[in-house]
């Protein structure tokens, strides 16, 4: 045994590396200027994959308390957030046909982003939200919204207050559940007898597929595959009866359950396919999750060759965005001021902050019209269309484009 890990799903002994990333700090842990002067706790960024139901997860080092209770991440400062957002109201309620009696429920609903969607539709919004001051951003729009985590506690809760959700949704929240078995019984608990949910989080094929390990870090616990979600929700009492691949964080998958009793909901055609075509990859053999840490390995040689080269021939590296993946990423590969002078984030949550471990400081997009770099990297490439177009005028003075992931490409 290598450890004392034991699957947060099925409860098997965890003895099976996915990828190493070394030590690395909490990624959405901002460093203020008094905290430059101090020191910063590393973890391990060591996840394992379960050889009984395939679930990829990370161990749990810091309370989720401790991680999200004031988080620096405001989903309404990106443009193609909002506008997914919203094009995901007007496809629920085409689809499922919602209304004015309508309860939804959106777990993790951060500042309102989506919700206001569904608001303006004269449709009863709930958010649940664990961080205090972006709850508090959505409630000064009109959005009612609780400060709490969800779980089985929370649910009967609500469920006591009948608030029974007609559509309980949740964005890039499952991943970050520590305790997975009392959050999907709570999602049983709150659901409405013809209810839907929905959630989305990033696929774990997607991220091997395009060697995404920088979305790896330590408030995602869980890297979910198709087939081990639904032996999750199937053992709840849950069935995913549709699913549709996004291309939002790099590919996403939005699945669609009912209670497993619901036989008004069969199972889409796409669903099964995905299953079989996952089975036929090898999500379902051990054996196949033990490549994928020797390609990250290279890839950092690749990204650090590419940087020292270019360093040295006098080229000037500024950053965009200072998404929790940079962090992962320039944290791995000891990517420090040696390399990228500064970066840039909108928020100005970020801004004058440094980031966590390589301390890189965080200023405003104007910085890089003053300083004019030889290099942007684009940080959250996911975001690589938006940014390239709002920053265009980096080409007046021959500023190119980079992104490391999935692999180092200039982009003139
Ligand atoms: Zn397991």
């Not at 305790?179 to 997607?206: A, C, R, V, W, Y």
């Not at 869980?222 to 929700?233: G, P």
Request: with cysteine.
């Amino acid at each position: 045994m290598i450890n004392n890990f034991t699957c947060r799903f099925c409860g098997n002994p965890l003895q099976h590396t996915f990828v190493d990333l070394g030590m690395s700090p909490l990624a959405n842990s901002y460093l203020n200027k008094e905290q430059l002067l101090q020191m910063e706790p590393f973890y391990p960024l060591h996840t394992y994959v379960c050889d009984k139901c395939y679930l990829v997860q990370l161990a749990e080092f810091q309370s989720p308390e401790n991680i999200f209770s004031d988080y620096a991440y405001f989903s309404s400062y990106s443009d193609s957030w909002l506008q997914h957002a919203k094009d995901y109201t007007d496809h629920m309620i085409k689809r499922f046909g919602f209304n004015e009696d309508s309860q939804v429920v959106e777990i993790a609903s951060n500042d309102g982003y989506l919700l206001q969607y569904f608001k303006e539709k004269n449709i009863s919004v709930l958010g649940i939200e664990p961080a205090e001051n972006v709850a508090s951003a959505a409630v000064a729009k009109g959005i009612p919204s609780i400060v709490k985590f969800f779980g089985t506690k929370t649910a009967t809760e609500l469920a006591g207050q009948k608030k029974h959700a007609d559509l309980l949704l949740g964005n890039n929240v499952l991943a970050h559940v520590p305790d997975l078995n009392d959050f999907i019984s709570g999602l049983k608990i709150l659901l409405k007898t013809e209810g839907i949910i929905t959630m989305e989080f990033p696929h774990l094929m997607k991220l091997i597929e395009e060697n995404q390990f920088d979305t790896i870090y330590h408030e995602h616990f869980s890297y979910f595959s198709f087939i081990t979600v639904n032996k999750v929700f199937a053992s709840h009492g849950l069935r995913i009866f549709d699913i549709e691949q996004l291309p939002t964080h790099g590919g996403s998958l939005r699945i669609y359950a009912c209670h497993a009793d619901n036989s008004s909901r069969p199972r889409e055609k796409r669903a099964s396919d995905l299953i079989e075509k996952e089975n036929k990859i090898g999500f379902n053999k051990i054996e196949f999750y033990s490549t994928f840490g020797e390609k990250v390995k290279e890839t950092k040689r690749k990204i650090l060759d590419f940087l020292i080269r270019e360093v040295r021939n006098g080229k000037v590296f500024a950053g965009y965005g200072a998404p929790a993946k940079g962090n992962t990423l320039l944290n791995y590969c000891g990517i420090r001021q040696d390399f990228i002078d500064y970066t840039v984030d909108r928020s100005p949550h970020k801004q004058d902050h440094a980031l966590p471990g390589v301390r890189i400081p965080i200023h405003n997009p104007s910085k890089i019209s003053e300083t004019r770099p030889d290099y942007l990297v684009i940080l959250p490439w996911n975001l690589k269309d938006e940014i390239i177009n709002q920053m265009t005028h980096i080409r007046d003075w021959g500023g190119k484009f980079v992104v490391f992931i999935p692999e180092v490409t200039v982009i003139e």
